[in-house]
Nanobody, 125 residues
């Protein structure tokens, strides 16, 4: 069982920062690659960042490289998304997702098995 709960969303001015957290409160957490995805109204859901189960490898979509950092603390069953230099185009509902994956090539992952409910991030100009 994997149960993901996101927190940390909110409203921020352009150029500001937010840190999102996602905690797995379920019973299964081993070897889960974790990801953040987002969806703006009327737009497709898009992958933001992925991190391997060990935290040794990450992947980001081009538009957030250099601004967002994904990390995890397995002792806390938690993954984070540190977002800096936020732009209005970052406004979306951000979802935490997980997939059993033992490899390090997390850049190939596009589909995930478990999802949180999402947390709203709003960036004003």
């Amino acid at each position: 069982q994997v149960q993901l709960v996101e927190s940390g969303g909110g409203s921020v001015q352009a150029g500001g920062s937010l840190r999102l957290s996602c905690t797995n409160s379920g019973r299964t957490f081993s070897r889960q690659a974790m990801a953040w995805l987002r969806q703006a109204p009327g737009k497709e859901r898009e992958l933001v960042a992925v991190i391997s189960w060990s935290g040794d490898s990450t992947a980001y979509r081009d538009s957030v490289k250099g601004r967002f950092t994904i990390s995890r603390d397995n002792a806390k069953n938690t993954v984070y998304l540190q977002m800096t230099s936020l732009k209005p185009e970052d406004t979306a509902v951000y979802y935490c997702a997980a997939k059993f994956y033992t490899g390090q090539n997390v850049g190939v992952l596009t589909q995930f098995d478990y999802w949180g409910q999402g947390t709203q991030v709003t960036v004003s100009s």
